[in-house]
């Protein structure tokens, strides 16, 4: 089974996409962008995706239709996409609104990992939007990381306290921040594009920033 190569408007620095848990996301995110392809599926693990030649020398983002790290996923998919990335020479993106579950594997991911997490702002509106844990327990949880190579992604990027954010983001020591904006017109409660612009120039001055094109449309 071929490797799914990264499209649309995923990250451009990673090369390719792996699901093994795939189906409807318990975070059931308002902005989701798998909505706009209708009804989901249910949660389920597709042992199919296990036979797919991961190779080498890339970049995949591992879990990028569903968040396999919510709460309600069971801990032994978990361990069997873990144990099959390991036997394959990429690096590998792992990202999640619920973080704390990656405290739980820490022995079990592969060499070269990336740990992410999604803080689209430091307000309670993200907690609105989703059944994900709250920004602050994300930022508290990635703070406390230590060891793994880190991200931080602000997508789809919500009005936000400049120091709080910017505070919060020092804490995590990510090796780099993307921001990204909401494409699928959610009526998301946006910042001006001087606020995005002073943030990502407050963020330049701790971390790598990588700007995702939907953002334009704020700048």
């Known amino acids: 089974m071929p490797l799914n190569k990264s499209r649309g408007n995923m990250y451009n620095w990673c090369t390719h996409t792996f699901n093994v848990i795939k189906g409807e996301c318990p975070h059931q995110c308002s902005y989701c962008y798998c909505k706009r392809w209708g009804k989901q599926s249910p949660l389920h693990f597709d042992e199919k995706a296990l036979k797919t030649n991961l190779s080498s020398g890339n970049t995949i983002f591992v879990g990028s239709s569903c968040d396999m790290w919510a709460s309600d996923i069971h801990n032994y998919w978990i361990e069997k996409v873990l144990y099959y990335c390991r036997q394959y020479q990429n690096c590998y993106l792992f990202q999640s609104k619920n973080p704390y579950r990656f405290t739980a594997f820490m022995p079990m ?12 702002t430091n307000r309670p509106s993200a907690t609105e939007t989703s059944n994900a844990p709250p920004v602050w327990a994300r930022y508290q949880v990635m703070r406390d990381i230590h060891g793994f190579r880190k991200m931080v992604s602000i997508e789809p990027i919500m009005d936000f306290n400049l120091d709080i954010l910017v505070d919060w983001i020092s804490g995590i020591k990510p090796e780099f921040v993307s921001i990204g904006a909401d494409s699928g017109e959610n009526h998301l409660p946006e910042p001006s594009p001087d606020k995005v612009k002073t943030l990502i120039e407050a963020l330049k001055k701790i971390t790598e920033v990588k700007i995702k094109d939907n953002l334009k449309r704020l700048l």
């Open 109 to 120: 991911f592969p060499d070269d990992t990336i740990l992410a997490t999604t803080i689209e």
